[in-house]
């Protein structure tokens, strides 16, 4: 089955810097890869999201880029506020969308 | 307007109990999951349906039981509960099949084994 690896685990950036997630897949069918963001205590929210047939996508100060070839993709957020202090969790969905696999998650600390 | 509503938010039992999480969506989804959270906070899938079938299960013990009425609910039942099943359970739906798009999650059910 799919396995998705998420890499660093612990993740401390002082404020106004760029964090960088990555993952990898191994299913080669996957051909979906969303972002949820998970602050503590509530439920995981999708922060942004790629299709296999797109290399980058940005939205304001996050992008995502996708190398199917590699089988990896990453997060990129940019100029990092306190209230992205989160869990991030990278995914990917194969079997026609009826499975969504995590990667282990992130903990993102902004410090001031 | 809650999209995906789990009830109970918070569930404390003894070991042995039987125990319902109850799961709704008004988003017209077709598919429903359950997924386990753990204290390290792995999201793991226990089960996935579509259209009221069984799709996956990921090697659940058989004492996790999912049903599902109808498109818009998907229950879980589980049985002589053990210390080991205290987790986040969330419930969430997506579009059906194919058409590969954004799960949303219930607000999570907290379940403490005693």
């Known amino acids: 089955g799919e396995n998705v690896e998420q890499h660093p685990s612990t993740l401390s950036v002082q404020e106004g810097d760029s964090a960088v997630i990555k993952c990898t897949y191994s299913d080669s069918a996957s051909n979906y890869f969303p972002w949820y963001k998970q602050e503590l205590g509530k439920r995981p929210q999708l922060i942004i999201d790629?299709?296999?047939?797109?290399g980058e996508k940005k939205d304001q100060r996050i992008a995502v880029t996708l190398n199917k070839t590699a089988k990896h993709f990453s997060l990129h957020i940019t100029e990092t506020q306190p209230e992205d202090s989160a869990v991030y969790f990278c995914?990917?969905?194969?079997?026609?969308?009826?499975?969504?696999?995590f990667g282990t998650g992130t903990q993102l600390k902004v410090e001031l | 307007d809650t999209a995906v509503s789990q009830t109970p938010k918070y569930l404390v039992t003894q070991m042995g109990n039987d125990k319902s999480i109850k799961c709704e969506q008004n988003l017209g989804h077709d598919t429903m999951y359950w997924y386990k959270q753990d204290s390290k906070k792995f999201l793991k899938i226990m089960f996935s349906y579509n259209n009221k079938e069984l799709i996956i299960n990921e090697t659940v013990p058989n004492r996790f039981s999912p049903k599902s009425p109808d498109k818009a609910h998907l229950n879980l039942h589980i049985n002589s509960l053990e210390l080991g099943d205290s987790a986040v359970y969330f419930c969430?739906?997506?579009?059906?099949?194919?058409?590969?798009?954004?799960?949303?999650f219930g607000q999570g059910t907290r379940l403490t084994v005693v």
């Open positions: 995914a990917a969905s194969t079997r026609g969308g009826n499975k969504l696999t």
């Open positions: 969430a739906s997506s579009k059906s099949t194919g058409v590969l798009g954004e799960a949303f």
């Open positions: 790629i299709r296999s047939n797109v």
